[in-house]
């Protein structure tokens, strides 16, 4: 069986491959792209300037490979516009993206004559130079979907999870909201303890009954989103004290964990790593996040895990810097004040 990594790290974005280019503009692009929007950046090096603009979804599994590619380069084309440049003032570019094939957007961006300095990767790696400062140690992700990648001291990256709903997506919104109307069905038949998730689930699906809900979820499918969405009840409850739900954040934790631990046997990972958690599943807060930290100090008591500050796509941003050869000219705290500022102005331009 192949056991190389599941997601591969251009060459451009390894540590090693730093290097200096004098005499250029001093540019750089990077875009955050999903399944419901996309949002591009473009920051001047040297006056810290940084201009956004906003697109709608790039992800391909969602739109398919020729939209998604239409829409990164539509606001890539706008966020340009905005800092008063053009695509040849560019240093670098990187695009994280969402999506299970991503060397298919690859190959659509080539296509539309964009070189070697527009790098295409998926958007757990910019999730991870997010969390890490692009350094070495762990993204955690978990949102609708869960996935967990990482990078050693060597360059080695590996990624665990991320096999989408059916086969995978442990520790996530999803899966905590499944896991949650499974345990309402158990308590409706007497076979598993009573929880206060089987009041939560009539209300907020608006059915009549527990049983009602599971003959909707076979008759009429819920989306991922829906069930995902349920999860903040579950997160509710937990706090309250209901044992079922604090249990399934346990249970979520110690899934992530395994995955953590994995990622950390494949790069060599030791010491003092940031472990960075990224997503809306962690907004439950203390009853997700410490049985979270208390797994993964099981085995690496030296790993810092804290939740991450920094926008997705200034991951991307200092992806495109290390691709220019501009490491040092981005403290990643200055680069996530400057996008707060930006988001929250809604600045199109310096």
Known sequence: ??????????SA???????????????????????????????????????????????????????????????????IERAG????DLDAAVLAVAGTDTEAI???????????????????????????GAQPGIAVISGTGSNVFG???????????????????????????????????????????????SDAAVEFFAVPSVEALAARVYAKPLSKGEIAAFATETAKLAARGDAVARELYGHGARELAEQILAVVRQTGLAGAFPVGLIGSAFKAGSVFVEPLIAAVHEFMPAARVSIVEMAPVGGSLLLAARASGHDEALDPQDLSRLIDVALASGRGGP
């Open 151 to 197: 990078m050693g001291p060597d360059g080695r990256a590996w990624r665990a999870g991320g096999w989408g709903h059916l086969l995978g997506d442990e520790g996530s919104g999803y899966w905590l909201g499944i896991e949650s109307i499974k345990a309402a069905l158990r308590d409706r038949e007497a076979s598993g303890p009573k929880t206060a998730l």
């Open 106 to 132: 690859a190959h659509q961006v080539r296509a539309t004559g964009m070189g070697d300095d527009w790098i295409v990767v998926n958007d757990v790696v910019g999730a991870w130079a997010a969390a890490t």
């Open 13 to 79: 974005l390894r540590l090693a491959a730093t290097r200096s280019r004098p005499g250029r503009a001093g540019f750089v692009m990077g875009i955050d792209g999903g399944a419901t929007k996309t949002l591009a950046a473009v920051l001047d090096l040297k006056g810290h300037a940084l201009c956004v603009a906003h697109g709608g979804p790039s992800n391909e599994d969602a739109v398919g490979a020729e939209a998604a590619v239409q829409a990164l380069l539509e606001v890539a084309d706008e966020a």
């Open 85 to 88: 440049i053009e695509r040849s």
């Open 1 to 10: 069986m192949k056991r190389d990594s599941l997601v591969q790290l251009p």
